[in-house]
């Protein structure tokens, strides 16, 4: 029974467990920060508009390069009638989000097992 064990020799009992789930944790909060750290940063778009200001494409992806001038010019004619401007901006690394997916994610994953290994050591069955 957990109660008569110390925590240290249970620990010391299950260690290979206890390192796969060290481990495991690890490589999931560094997911979850490597995938923060990709959603931050300059975002390139370029933008088309005409004579009188109205937006008619505007490339969607982080990169300027994602206009494709030939399809625009199958949908509205010739470039050559619009005016192009590029537009950058920075977005911020998401330190919140990163936070609370760091801190809830390993928290949500691990509640329902520890809830099993709680009760099944304390109701004195094998």
Known sequence: MLANRNIGAYIREHKPLFTAVLVGL???EMEILLVAAARSGQEHTPIITD???QTFYEAV???A???DPGKFE???GPIENYQVQRTSRSIPFPFRAWFVA???VPLGGMLPGSQFMVSR???GKP
């Open 26 to 28: 690890f490589l999931l």
């Open 51 to 53: 004579n009188k200001g």
């Open 61 to 63: 992806g982080r990169e």
């Open 65 to 67: 390069d994602a206009f």
């Open 74 to 76: 199958k949908i509205f």
């Open 102 to 104: 760091a801190v809830g």
């Open 121 to 123: 050591p304390l109701s």
